[in-house]
């Protein structure tokens, strides 16, 4: 199931009462997730510390074989040797995911928490007559359009007053 984080915890203001019906079935959605997670980075960690044990064993038994020939075993020498083995490697990249994921839902129901006391001081507001609607229709595109050319007439009136300043600099030298 791919997830929309960004708009899981976003807020639509004008549809309180959606963002109240979504935000119990999105935590629970996240809250599970979260728990599958666990379960992955447990058996994960599980496996890395299989992997390392079966190392330190071929180690062990087989010195000569395993570390080189005439290498003692000692703890730093096995040591050595089971976490620069690949599979020891490997084991350790699957668990490092696994956590990473554990965090990421970790994060997600933190934010989703978060949401919720927006929600509730959103309609706090809401209930104490804050939002209220526009008398006249605004025409979002136009307003930001003249905003735009407004914007553009300011720096061009500073780009030439600049330019000015700097050609009377030069002929009073």
Do not use: C
Request: net charge neutral.
């Amino acid at each position: 199931m791919e997830f929309d984080f960004e708009n899981d915890v976003s807020i639509d203001h004008d549809a309180l009462e959606v963002e109240w019906l979504r935000q119990p079935s999105l935590h629970a959605i996240y809250s599970r997730k979260l728990v599958e997670a666990n379960d992955r980075l447990r058996k994960a960690e599980q496996r890395m510390k299989m992997v390392r044990s079966d190392l330190i064993l071929e180690a062990n038994e087989d010195p000569d074989k395993y570390l080189g020939k005439g290498i003692k075993p000692t703890a730093p020498i096995v040591e050595a040797y089971y976490r620069t083995h690949e599979d020891h490697e490997a084991a350790k990249k699957k668990f490092f995911e696994a956590q990473y994921e554990v965090e990421m839902f970790q994060n997600a129901i933190n934010a989703l928490n978060t949401k919720k006391q927006a929600l509730e001081n959103l309609v706090k507001l809401y209930m104490s007559g804050y939002f209220s609607g526009p008398k006249e229709p605004h025409n979002i595109g136009k307003e930001f359009r003249e905003r735009v050319e407004e914007v553009k007439g300011e720096n061009l009136k500073g780009q030439r007053e600049r330019t000015h300043e700097k050609l009377n600099r030069t002929r009073t030298k």
